[in-house]
């Protein structure tokens, strides 16, 4: 395992997920009074994947922390940035390079 270049995707992005949604309304009574509609339709729903992806940056040289010492309010205390920061015991995430996003099939009926 080496770590890949500067600017490279955590996974290829797929531009084929095609999600369909279909809808439907029918009038069944316009009498005043007793409107009655009946609907229906259904779909295609793909998650965005900003979770797993927001894993890649939560390792070394995307974190930082600090406290505020005892004192007066309001201190604004230099935090230094890490430019090499040291080693980590935070993990190293790896994606599956054909990663496909989850999808919902979602329906509905109302009357």
Do not use: C
């Amino acid at each position: 395992m080496t770590l890949a270049p500067q600017g490279t995707p955590l996974w290829q992005t797929t531009w084929y997920n095609f999600a369909p949604r279909l809808g439907v309304a029918y009038v069944i009574r316009s009498t005043p009074g007793w409107e009655t509609v009946v609907r229906g339709g259904g779909g295609v729903f793909y998650d965005t994947g900003q979770q797993l992806g927001s894993w890649g940056f939560n390792g070394p040289g995307f974190t930082k922390q600090g406290s505020l010492a005892s004192g007066s309010f309001p201190v604004l205390p230099a935090i230094p940035t890490i430019v090499n920061p040291p080693a980590s015991t935070k993990g190293v995430y790896r994606f599956y390079p054909h990663l496909q996003l989850p999808y919902t099939l979602q329906w509905n009926a109302s009357v």
